[in-house]
């Protein structure tokens, strides 16, 4: 039995933020049922492939997964693990936007065994939030936050975002302080990036959009990774901190390198020596599936350099970073015997560092991960 | 039958400004005289290298036959030598025209004369050639054709009662300048009994035939199977073939005094036919030779070096072969603390250099990385001994020199008259000194200033014309030497003196120098885990200094399932900028910063 995690996308959105680049799609909500359909024909063709695999997590992403109606997601899920083996301790996660759940929702949720929320709340500023495009405001993540606990979910995430346009350190503290009393399991701490082909990318380019410096954004970050950890968080990735055991499995098959299945539009998998990436387009991704073909764009053979290459560039994004005794059973070969040069060079500039058991990155490396990373590709 | 023949051959030259349509002109009279089709031109035949036409000039001459049958019933041949449009190039100009009875003027009908127009029509004046002044761009709504005859008639004195109107682009009035050829050009002298004497106007090399030299035979008759001789050289050779140009290279039998053609003589050396000897026949040599062979002297010079190391075999190759049809440039290996083996490169002029340095990427698809560059400076030391200094790198210490010298230049800009205040500026901050200033009629002025090469070179021209707005055209010959306070100003990055940044300044321009390079540093080198200085320097004294600060932050924030392989493409591609970077001690510096300090802000 091969153990995977199973990633779901949701391609739908209320509206889109202003830094967002993910494949999602406004005003398509008539495509849904269509979609899910479809879905249903995807997990056909890779359940009748890999009839020996055992699901360990899903991973319900978008897109807004709350923005389309709880049926939709029973359905599928249902249809996964009519299809699918399943763990028993099984970890089911779903992302949410404040401004579109429901009680109801969240009941649906509960019952088909989603066991994880993830609150997409990026501030609790208000005036930061219409800034940045959310739709909702502080309010609405309060409510939601109640009634996610009133329906008996525990293991609950909320996304916080730094680096905004015009946001103080003071903003960040606050928000961060405010969020950790309300007994949450995991923070996702991210640092706004400008991508391409995003409105703000435009505004950037302009000089219209005025970020704070990269003195400020280092300080934002360290700040909020010492709030974390004085309040029992613990730092695993780079943009990641979660309580005793809530460490988030499934993005931890990301990291670690291990299969996952990905369904939907433009979704990526990685699974027996192969990832491959989902067309983007409603269009292709149906005319694909009416023909019961996979809705593959691109498809790439990993050997075990790449294998390695990954290991490395992923692994060392977790804070405890690449365990030697896991990098010798699993590629068979001492980590010496490949990257000597490269991890010599990098302790002597001091961006990772060594003990009996692990190879992490640094303080230092942590503000400079692409640097070490490149030396691995 | 020879006589009759040679009474009927015309050889002319073209001389333009650039863009006055020289060669579209040239691609017109070929057509026109039907010695292709239409179908089988490429624009602009003459310009075949790619360069030229894309940059819309010419660099290497080329010359063409052609056959017209003209309005008096006989047939002519007439010998189209094309010339080189630009200041850097005049050598091969004046060898062109040496090899011509006359040459068509061609003035743009709205723009009119230009700088190096005049010192081009000054060359062919001084070869006596009967110059034919043609009028073209008649069809471009700016055109005033009337108000350029009269330029032409007080600028230059040429008569413009019958001068051709003509637009070379839409066809119109090309026969008027055949005719024109054909009346006005004298017939070549010369008798083809007489003993040989060919010019050498240019000359190129493929490795089946060896040289092929172009000639113009003035006395005598040259044939396959003859001993001959290179004047300059005393070199013997036996001629295997000659021919004419259609432009292809055409075998004949013979080529006599008039004639323009090629040899070919199994000469293996491009120096063994140099442009500008004469060709006599070894067993009847003739007394002497014909004037005009000028060794060309490189003005400008620098380091040419490849981008990688193990280029540097490559890079010679293609300077050889550059070398072979451009006599004009030199080059000797040198070796860079900062950018290791390479060569120091001589060049006519900054075009030229630019030019090299283009085909060096394009045709021989190498990646070079280029110094500043810099003109010959003459040390006087104190132990009385004078030298020659091309590269700042080999400047003496200070306290063995008793003075410098640096090169001066008589240069002549012809514009508008309202730009004579941005160019007398531009002029005064260049250390020029304005010698006269004249008006060629009540709208165009020419300013004669004495200019220090070394402030030339620095991107005078692209100043120059974006201070007025690409109007003024300059040119500029060697004055001579003087004294002159100079210094080396020293780049060092990291505390480490870069060589390869190295200029020689004068005193006053050294801050203002210095200041500017270390800021285009600043931003074309990339930030490290360390903060590093850039400083500029004269001696021990820092004039300017920058910081590049030290990177911070390089981190992805996110990177799940869906991320790998794109990040993973980022990684790849900033991983590969980097290894082109060249190594400087501990700093990793991009080419384009080599580049960046060659320009001149647009102040």
Known sequence: MKEIGVYIHIPFCKSKCYYCDFNSFPEKFNLVEKYVYYIKKEIDIYAKEYPNCIIKTVFIGGGTPSAIEARYIEEIINYLFKKFKTEEKIEISIECNPKTLTREKLRTYRNIGINRISIGLQSLNDNLLRKIGRIHTSGDFFNSLKLIKEEGFENINVDIMFNLPSQTLEDVINTLKRVITLDIKHISFYSLKIEKGTPFYKLYNQSKLKLPSEDLERRMYYKGKEILEKNGFKHYEISNFAKEDFKCRHNIIYWKVKPYLGIGLSAHSNLSKKRWRNVASFESYFKYLEKDKKPIIELEKIDSQTEISEFMILGLRLVDGINKAEFRERFKIDIHNIYNKQLIKLKDLGLIREDKENIKLTKKGLDLANIVFMEFI | MSNSRQNRVRNFSIIAHIDHGKSTLADRLIEETGLLTEREMKEQILDNMDLERERGITIKLQTTRLVYKAKDGNEYILNLIDTPGHVDFNYEVSRSLAACEGALLVVDAAQGIEAQTLANVYLALDQDLEIIPVINKIDLPSARPE????????????????????????????????????????????????????????????????????????????????????????????????????????????????????????IKNVRDARVGDTITEADRPANKPLPGYKKVTPMVYCGVYPAEGED??????????????????????????????????????????????????????????????????????????????????????????????????????????????????????????????????????????????????????????????????????????????????????????????????????????????????????????????????IGSKIVARETVKALRKDVLAKCYGGDVSRKKKLLQKQKEGKKRMRQLGNVEVPQEAFLSVLKFDND
């Not at chain 2, 330029?151 to 055949?178: F, R, T």
């Not at chain 2, 021919?243 to 004639?259: H, K, M, N, Y």
């Open chain 2, 312 to 537: 540097f075999n490559n890079v010679k190759d293609a300077l050889e072969k550059l070398q072979v049809n451009d006599a004009a440039l030199t080059f000797e290996p040198e070796t860079s603390a900062a950018l290791g083996f390479g060569f120091r490169c001589g060049f006519l002029g900054l075009l030229h250099m630019e030019i090299i340095q283009e085909r060096l990427e394009r045709e021989f698809d190498l990646n070079i990385i280029t110094t500043a560059p810099s003109v010959i400076y003459k040390i006087k030391k104190k132990d009385g001994e004078i030298i020659n200094i091309q590269n700042p790198t080999n400047l003496p210490p200070l306290t063995e020199i008793e003075y410098m010298e640096e090169p001066i230049v008589e240069s002549s800009i012809m514009a508008p008259k309202e730009y004579v205040g941005p160019i007398m500026e531009l002029c005064q901050a260049r250390r020029g000194t304005l010698k006269n200033m004249e008006y060629l009629d009540q709208t165009r002025v020419v300013l004669h200033y004495d200019l220090p090469l070394n402030e030339v070179i620095y991107d005078f021209f692209d100043a120059l014309k974006s201070k007025t707005k690409g109007f003024a055209s300059l040119d500029y010959e060697l004055k001579g030497y003087e004294r002159s306070d100079l210094v080396k100003l020293d780049i060092l990055i990291n505390k480490e003196v870069v060589d390869a940044f190295s200029i020689i300044v004068h005193r006053e321009k050294a801050y203002e120098r210095g200041r500017s390079i270390a800021e285009k540093l600043k931003e074309t080198i990339p930030r490290h885990l360390f903060a590093i200085p850039i400083q500029a320097a």
């Open chain 2, 147 to 266: 108000e350029i005859k009269k330029e032409i008639e007080d600028v230059i004195g040429l008569d413009c009662s019958d001068i051709p109107l003509i637009s070379a682009k839409e066809g119109i009035n090309i026969e008027d300048v055949l005719e024109s050829i054909v009346q006005k050009i004298p017939a070549p002298k010369g008798d083809s009994g007489a003993p040989l004497k060919a010019l050498i106007f240019d000359s190129f090399y493929d490795s089946y035939k060896g040289v092929t030299a172009y000639i113009r035979v003035v006395e005598g008759t040259i044939k396959p199977g003859m001993k001959i001789k290179m004047m300059a050289t005393d070199k013997e050779f036996e001629v295997s073939e000659v021919g004419i140009f259609t432009p292809s290279q055409v075998p004949v039998d013979e080529l006599r005094a008039g004639d323009v053609g090629y040899v070919t003589a199994s």
